[in-house]
């Protein structure tokens, strides 16, 4: 019996922990426990576990030191897992990390381009030359002396004439009459000189219409209906030298008088005005009425003279006008009238005035504007 004593035989490690230092290693570090430990060997000079035991028993642990140097690794990247120690495991290096891509660098943009002209507006301001600033003081003070030439216009023409000063005209005895307006025609019919639709000069509105409104200042005569009625015949015949008698007025129906219409004023200056529209059955007749007593004078009026005035100015064509003026000496009153045949119609005007003349130009005005209500 020999005296040596064999040591006994090395006992197989289990594996289970192994597996699971070898899982542990591999969740942590993302790598398999295989390129881990042959890792570390490597970096430790250390033989793998199979290789030890088969050597005999594990000998004591010896302390390393961790390498002098190591590279910074890709571990150090942001974001990268960092490396968590087992327990077990046989070295706390680390084994190496999977690359981490890299972005590629962003693309360098060309600087962007300006249209041309653009790097002038950040120059600076050129100095404005003495011709430039003389030419725009002469522009300025000619915009300013044509605003006011023009403010100075309206201002002056805008009141009436004879409230500004110094352009007043004296008062020349016109009155202001308001615009004339003709009426209406029933349907179709033409006016009363219209050669060829109306050769017989025929007026077809209402003759009321016609009459000359009053003008501004007047005081309607109520004796005389205006546009509300017709002028009895005797009325109008009380104003003629002839009378009113039955003789009379049976003398006027029988030359085609159809009716008449009146309108009378009285001015503040005391000037009474009074105007006779006689419309006829035909032209013929109111021109013969007119050729036999357009120049008689009204009743109570020494015979006159022929005013050239108001037949001298523009009136219809077609009318005739007859104007006369009472001669002096007149009276206490005096008279101007005046007939203007046109067409079927006959008008006499007749313009009194106590204690003075009646002013002419009144009386041109009111005859001259009746004939173009007529024509």
């Keep these: 019996m020999s005296d040596t004593i064999e040591p006994p035989a090395a006992q197989p490690t289990p594996a289970a922990p192994a597996a699971e230092s070898g899982s542990a290693t591999e969740r942590a570090l993302g790598v398999p426990a295989a390129e881990s430990a042959s890792a570390t060997e490597s970096a430790l000079g250390v033989p793998s576990e199979p290789e030890a035991f088969a050597a005999g028993p594990a000998p004591e642990a010896q302390p390393v030191s ?31 990390v999977p690359p981490v891509a890299v972005l590629p660098p962003a693309p360098a943009y060309p600087p962007p381009a300006y249209p041309p002209g653009a790097q002038a507006v950040a120059a600076a301001p050129r100095r404005m030359g003495p011709r430039v600033r003389v030419r725009l003081r002469w522009t300025a003070v000619v ?100 009378g009113d008698g039955p003789q009379q007025e049976a003398a006027l129906k029988d030359g085609g008088l159809r009716h008449i219409a009146a309108r009378g004023w009285t001015m503040p200056d005391g000037t009474r005005g009074q105007v006779y529209l006689l419309q006829f ?3 013929a007749y109111a021109g013969r009425y007119l050729q036999g007593q357009g ?81």
């Excluded at 571990?75 to 990268?80: C, L, M, Q, R």
């Excluded at 046109?342 to 004939?371: C, I, N, S, W, Y």
Aim: hydrophobic share 40%.
């Design 281 to 283: 059955i035909s032209r």
């Design 143 to 242: 915009l300013v002396f044509a605003v006011f030439g023009a403010a100075t216009a309206y201002a002056v023409a805008r009141p009436e004439r004879t409230r500004i000063p110094g352009l007043r005209t004296p008062d020349d005895g016109r009155w202001t009459y308001p615009a004339l307006a003709l009426p209406q025609l029933p349907g179709s019919r033409p006016r009363p000189f219209d050669a060829t639709g109306n050769p017989a000069a025929v007026h077809y509105a209402d003759l009321r219409a016609l009459l000359l409104p009053e003008p501004r200042g007047a005081v309607d005569d109520t004796a005389l209906p205006g546009t509300k009625g017709w002028l009895p015949p005797a009325t109008y015949l009380a104003t003629r030298p002839d």
């Design 66 to 96: 961790p390498p002098a140097a190591v590279a910074e690794t890709p571990a150090a990247v942001a974001g990268a897992p960092a490396a968590v120690p087992v327990a077990g495991a046989s070295a706390a290096v680390p084994g190496p």
């Design 295 to 375: 120049s008689t004078p009204p009743k109570g009026v020494s015979a006159g003279e022929k005013d050239t005035a108001p037949g001298d100015l523009a009136h219809p064509e077609g009318t005739a006008v007859h104007a006369f003026g009472e001669k002096a000496p007149y009276g206490t009153e005096m008279t101007r009238y005046a007939a203007v045949g046109a067409g079927d119609t006959v008008a006499v005007v007749v313009l009194t005035r106590k204690g003075g003349a009646v002013p002419e130009q009144a009386f041109t005005q009111t005859v001259v504007l009746q004939a173009q209500m007529l024509g």
